[in-house]
């Protein structure tokens, strides 16, 4: 299923976007946020894995990044998270947040989701900027959450849409 926002478009990631994904993750940009991704990881994480649902992101034609989502199957307890990543390129343009919209209303419309999820690092102001653009709150910080690229444990914010919040 191909999903059009504003000015992006979301196709289902293929293994031929590997090695595009895996340039833009490269990018110091990018990997200050989203640390050790080579080719190999990206075929395991982002495009074989049944888990995860990965949209590449193209504006004009062009491969500009990815966004994915998970879904928590336990039906007392359903929503999905959500993660995105964009060529240094386009930062700050507004195509990160019509991303995060376009796949936000797939989830919300498509495939039932009453909740949705994300957790930037807490420094991430950019990507806490782009999810508010979309609706997401602020719920809280976790402590020592995730290990950073350089190895240390870092914070990170838990942001959160319901159905209503839905810009
Ligand atoms: C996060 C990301 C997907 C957002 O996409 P984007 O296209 O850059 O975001 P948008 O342009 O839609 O919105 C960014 C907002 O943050 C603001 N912003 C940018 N840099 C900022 C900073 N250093 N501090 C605070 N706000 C900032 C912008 O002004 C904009 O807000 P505004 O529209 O109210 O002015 C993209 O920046 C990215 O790929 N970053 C690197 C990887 C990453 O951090 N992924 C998310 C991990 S959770």
Known sequence: MTLHGTAVTLRPTTEDDAS??????????VARWWAGYDEQRVREELVR????????????????????YVEEPSPDHRHASMD????????????????????????????GHHRLAIDP????????????????RRVGVMREYERGPDGHWQDCLLMELLERDLT
Not at 122 to 136: K, P, S
């Open 20 to 29: 595009d994904l895996a340039a833009i993750l490269a990018t110091p940009e």
């Open 49 to 68: 894995s049944p888990d995860t649902g990965c949209f590449t992101i193209e504006h004009d034609g062009e491969v500009i990044g990815a966004i994915l």
């Open 84 to 111: 995105a990543f964009l060529h240094p390129d386009w930062h700050g343009k507004g195509l990160g947040s019509d991303a995060i919209r376009t796949l936000a209303r797939h989830l919300v419309h498509d495939r």
């Open 121 to 136: 690092a807490a420094a991430n102001e950019a990507a806490i900027r782009a999810y508010e653009r979309v609706g997401f």
